[in-house]
């Protein structure tokens, strides 16, 4: 059960994109092997350029997770009328590997915010066997809700979001 401090509930990913989150296993998000993602710091989107590694950090090698990264405030935060917009989808994750052991099913998209500051996050499932999730229709209009209770996925057992903004020409000096 999350709790009121809980930066997942603060910065409304339980609300605006899950019910709720059932932190069983721990995961490591990195990009540029040396930006560690922490809940609600900010990164450039010159620095998420490439795909983050993820690491699982819990499980076993018979374990298998979904990892699904989503931006709840498309096209912007104040009129989010395409929530959520899907970035990058990676199944059949072994338990104490990461992403590069996966199946990627929806591959990375460069998180390019055009106004506002935008949440990126990270969910990861667990699943109940491997080649057990289907591809979803669209990127657009995507639901992690709708997603993860096609695939029988439960509630998400970590999760992580970064903020991100467009970056202006003073900033990137």
């Known amino acids: 059960m999350a709790k009121v401090a809980d930066p997942l ?6 609300g605006d994109v899950v019910d709720n989150i059932s932190p069983t296993v721990k995961m490591s998000v990195t990009y540029n092997s040396n930006k560690q993602v922490y809940n609600g710091h900010e990164l450039y989107p010159s620095s998420v350029v490439n795909k983050p590694k993820v690491e699982v950090l819990g499980g076993d090698m018979r374990s298998f997770f979904t990892l699904v990264m989503t931006d709840p405030d498309a096209p912007g935060p ?3 009328y395409l929530r959520e917009h899907l970035h990058w989808i990676v199944t059949d994750i072994p338990g104490t590997t990461d992403s590069s052991f996966g199946r990627e099913m929806v591959s990375y998209e460069v998180p390019r915010p055009n106004i506002g500051i935008h949440r990126f996050v990270f969910l990861l499932f667990k699943q109940k066997g491997r080649q ?3 591809p979803p229709l669209s990127r657009d209009g995507f639901s992690t809700r709708n997603f993860a209770q096609e695939n029988q996925l439960g509630l998400p ?3 992580v979001f970064f903020n991100c903004q467009r970056e202006t020409a003073a900033r990137r000096r």
């Open 9 to 14: 509930v603060i910065g409304r990913i339980v």
């Open 78 to 80: 104040s009129d989010p």
């Open 132 to 134: 057990t999730v289907n």
């Open 157 to 159: 057992v970590a999760a």
